[in-house]
């Protein structure tokens, strides 16, 4: 065969194990699939975020997309290949940035005189009250989606003992 | 004043991931913002206290809301004093912790400060909400926050904790399965929009069927004998921190959620007649109280011996639901306070020792009393508490339950009050007589002391880690010299429908 991979896959597909733990098998077809898929479940994902406030969807389910997007990265190229792309302290700081900004975003319209979370309280976010809805709770998804995502790519690597 | 509800959990939740961000800088500035926010919303649990006592209930709306679709919040005099334990108890710890977390798991500071915030917000989430399903929400906050507390103790802790986990999680599906029956059935998740709607539904299947769930649910969660198998191993292997945060907290805040079921979801009759629930869960609290005692006696851990002890402890607010008269159910909620600060207090006192000597075994406590003086000081009025001899707080709540079980003509539930003081009287003094011994000169001991059995050469604990134990100590005089005031300001108007 003479096509090229970027992997190093001239060991053969047969599955050897010397990389260690991170990577125990080696798939023409499981690489060349995953760097297919993973773009596509990104950008549906990020589609899902983007259009959870009107539509079935949002961060949560968004959020549970890109870590299986991760997650299947992790599976597919072995921790080496993979924490380049996506380090293992990404998902910690992602679940609690995510968070912390869900946070701000609730507790901004108290400064403003409203309650916990009334994003019609948040004056920059548009000119009419429905408008400020919009832009609040579709930040609020992005958010949650960003929390989503990070907290389950860390319990992922946690359980596999790849943030060690 | 009218964003006082959201403002407690919100500061403990902002505080937490601010924490973590601030401490992967450095752990000193995590910590530094940890003490501040739990601080703040100590701060404004009382002022949400006296808000609550000069302008009655506070009801909030999340995100502007109206109830029956929207989350509601509800600051009334049982919530608001919940939040001022659980943020008290919250603020002492936090002082107390950076030094015994420190020594008992270096290198796990940074995540361990705004886990302990989390875990607030949970439990100030749970006491505050007005909203059945967004209580689940939160108790699942704690609980998460709680495992990750109690799995960085010893190499056993994982374990322990892992069965931890599966009866919280199993607990936490039985409560949302019961909400799920609720909803179907009464079309609402809002405890006042619940409580107009049930009284119709009292003979339908699925609502007794909820209550069943919910309060099956909330008794694991609890540590309602004889679900509470999970309970000795976790607080054993766990840091001395988060024993002494969460065996004062988080089992009563699960009590708290069911005695909310009893008073303001299902109106007390249901659980009073229509299903006999606080018969039965008087009845499990007498067998959780008794064998909760009796096995603290067996155990030569001083940290296994309070972790049956909180057993049986847990067992006298089951006991005050069990009752179901107002004076019973008072006395029930005020051992909620008293049992916190005195298992608060007990722990982190075995925090102190295990710094200083690294001692865990009772057997060889000895000499301990001159070696560490003031510790003990507090030990001693935390183990007369918890015996209940006056003035400590803890004989206050057993007065109002044997008051209780006169009122409903109880005798057995008499008896055990009195027996089980007495089987606490054993297991305390014999750790207080073991204290006040002398040291024993340096092979006396069993086995020859491997870890310096005789010779304490630590002295007394940081003032760091005194201070609190000594605040904890004073809190457990004052809150028995002036229970009146929190039973007549706070207590009484919250056991108001018990008394109709």
Redesign the interface.
């Known amino acids: 065969m003479s096509l090229r991979f970027d992997s190093g896959l001239p060991e053969g597909l047969a599955g050897s194990a010397h990389r260690g733990m991170s990577r125990t098998y080696h798939s023409l077809f499981v690489d060349v699939v995953t760097k297919a898929m993973v773009p596509m479940i990104q950008v549906f994902a990020f589609y899902v975020i983007f259009h959870g406030h009107y539509s079935p969807g949002g961060g949560f389910q968004g959020g549970v997309m890109l870590a299986a997007s991760i997650m299947l990265l992790r599976l597919a190229m072995g921790q080496e290949e993979s924490f380049r792309r996506f380090p293992p302290d990404w998902g910690?700081l992602l679940a609690?940035?995510g968070?912390?900004l869900f946070?701000?975003l609730?507790?901004l319209p108290?400064v403003f005189g409203?309650?916990?979370?009334?994003?019609?309280y948040i004056p920059f976010l548009g000119a009419e009250a429905a408008t400020r809805r919009y832009w609040g709770i579709l930040l609020a998804e992005v958010f949650i989606g960003f929390l989503v995502w990070g907290a389950l790519v860390a319990i992922y690597d946690a359980l596999s003992g790849g943030g060690e | 004043m009218s964003q006082i509800p959201a403002l407690i959990p919100g500061t403990l939740l902002f505080t937490a991931f601010a924490a973590l961000f601030a401490g992967l800088i450095r752990v000193s500035w995590g910590y530094a913002l940890t003490v501040l926010g739990i601080g703040t919303s100590f701060v404004i649990s009382l002022m949400g206290v006296s808000a609550v006592l000069q302008e009655g209930e506070l009801r909030y709306h999340l995100g502007g809301w109206q109830p029956p679709l929207g989350i509601e919040w509800v600051l009334d005099p049982l919530s608001a004093f919940m939040v001022t334990l659980i943020t008290g108890i919250g603020f002492t710890v936090i002082v107390y912790a950076p030094r015994s977390i420190r020594f008992e798991t270096p290198g796990k500071e940074g995540f361990f400060y705004p886990s302990i915030a989390l875990l607030l917000a949970g439990l100030a989430g749970v006491s505050l909400t007005g909203d059945v399903f967004n209580l689940y929400i939160f108790i699942e906050i704690a609980a998460l926050a709680a495992y990750a507390l109690l799995a960085v103790g010893d190499r056993r802790a994982p374990v322990a904790v892992f069965r931890y986990l599966i009866f919280g999680a199993v607990g936490g599906g039985f409560y949302l399965l019961g909400v799920g029956f609720l909803y179907y059935s009464a079309g609402t998740l809002n405890m006042a929009d619940l409580a107009e709607r049930i009284p119709e539904l009292y003979q339908s299947r699925s609502v007794i069927a909820a209550a069943v769930l919910m309060v099956t649910g909330l008794g694991l969660k609890m540590a309602l004998f004889p679900m509470h198998l999970w309970l000795p191993d976790v607080y054993n292997f766990a840091p001395s921190v988060s024993a002494g945060l969460i065996a004062p907290i988080m089992t009563k805040v699960s009590a708290y959620a069911i005695v909310r079921l009893f008073l303001d979801v299902f109106h007390p009759s249901f659980f009073v007649e229509t299903l006999p629930i606080t018969t039965l869960v008087g009845w499990l609290a007498v067998g959780g109280i008794l064998v909760g005692s009796i096995l603290a006696i067996a155990q030569s851990d001083f940290r296994r011996m309070l972790a049956y002890s909180s057993v049986g402890q847990i067992s006298y607010v089951a006991l005050g639901i069990g009752l179901a008269n107002p004076i019973g159910l008072i006395g029930g909620l005020l051992h909620i306070v008293n049992h916190a600060l005195m298992k608060g207090c007990l722990f982190l006192i075995g925090g102190n020792v295990r710094l200083r000597t690294g001692l865990v075994e009772i057997p060889r406590f000895a000499g301990l009393g001159r070696a560490m003086p003031w510790t003990m000081v507090a030990f001693t009025v935390a183990a007369l508490a918890m015996v209940g001899i006056p003035p400590t707080a803890g004989f206050f709540s057993k007065y109002y339950l044997l008051l209780g079980s006169v009122d409903a003509g109880n005798w057995i539930f008499f008896a055990v009050i009195i027996v089980s003081s007495l089987l606490s009287a054993i297991y305390f003094f014999r750790v207080l007589e073991m204290v006040y011994r002398e040291a024993p000169e340096s092979a006396e001991g069993e086995g020859g002391g491997s870890d310096g059995g005789g010779a304490h050469p630590g002295g007394e604990a940081p003032a760091s880690m005194l201070v609190p134990v000594l605040a904890l100590a004073v809190a457990i005089l004052l809150v028995g010299i002036f229970n009146v005031v929190i039973v007549d300001r706070l207590l009484e108007p919250a056991v108001a429908p018990l008394a109709e």
Do not use: K, Q
């Open positions: 910690m609690a940035g968070t912390l946070a701000v609730g507790v108290m409203g309650n916990f979370l009334d994003y019609e």
